[in-house]
């Protein structure tokens, strides 16, 4: 059985929220396993939960009014998501789909917001969530002052390392989205680099070369 104590331990946002709140959530989490392709919530449900990735990637997309689907984010492990419904809806703006398998740890809406009322605890998770808001803000200024090449490189980095080999889990729509790239700029740039001799991309496996980590 997968502790949710040891998940709280591991997530990037939660460095300094105490023990005594790490317990406080663990108490009231569930961890779940996820299957590829699995829907965890669908845009416009009521929101029971509030989640934090422990492993695998979770698509964020919400539906445009002309019925197309939109990739909003790409979530990453260590990342709270969903939180909205505690403060602004209590319904889900999105529809979240596992990416490929993973591990995810529920966090239920209303003994969430239990644990809000004690002053100490409230302190400590919005913090958490300032934290959040701080990363968010640093990758829309990289979004917007980065060219999609770099950013390219720095998303695979981050992911995967500086391997010559990647088994990609994502659709490219997805790594577009990721990077704040459209699909068709982002096809334009990996055909541009397959040109360049600096990747191939056959599948779901993507081939470097080493100076392709050069461009950064």
Request: glycine share 4%; net charge positive.
């Amino acid at each position: 059985m997968i502790d949710p104590r040891t998940l709280l331990e591991q997530a990037q946002f939660l460095a300094e929220l105490s023990p005594a709140g790490k317990d406080a959530l663990a108490a009231i989490a569930r961890a779940r396993n996820l299957r590829k392709k699995e829907v965890l919530f669908r845009e416009g449900e009521k929101g029971r939960a509030v989640f934090l990735l422990s492993t695998g990637h979770i698509r964020l997309a919400r539906t445009t009014p002309d019925g197309r689907e939109m990739v909003i984010k790409i979530v990453q492990p260590g990342e709270f998501f969903a939180e909205v419904i505690l403060f602004e809806k209590d319904e889900y703006p999105v529809t979240a789909t596992a990416t490929d398998p993973g591990v995810v740890l529920e966090i239920p809406r209303l003994q969430l917001h239990d644990l809000l009322a004690h002053r100490e605890f409230r302190a400590d998770f919005i913090a958490m969530l300032m934290k959040k808001q701080r990363y968010l803000a640093d990758r829309l200024y990289q979004l917007t002052t980065v060219d999609v090449e770099t950013r390219f490189v720095h998303f695979l980095r981050e992911q995967f390392g500086e391997s010559p080999s990647i088994a990609i889990p994502f659709a490219k729509k997805e790594i577009a989205a990721a990077i704040g790239a459209t699909p068709e700029t982002f096809s334009r740039m990996v055909l541009k680099l397959k040109k360049q001799r600096l990747l191939q991309w056959k599948g779901k496996t993507l081939q470097l070369s080493p100076k392709f980590w050069k461009l950064t």
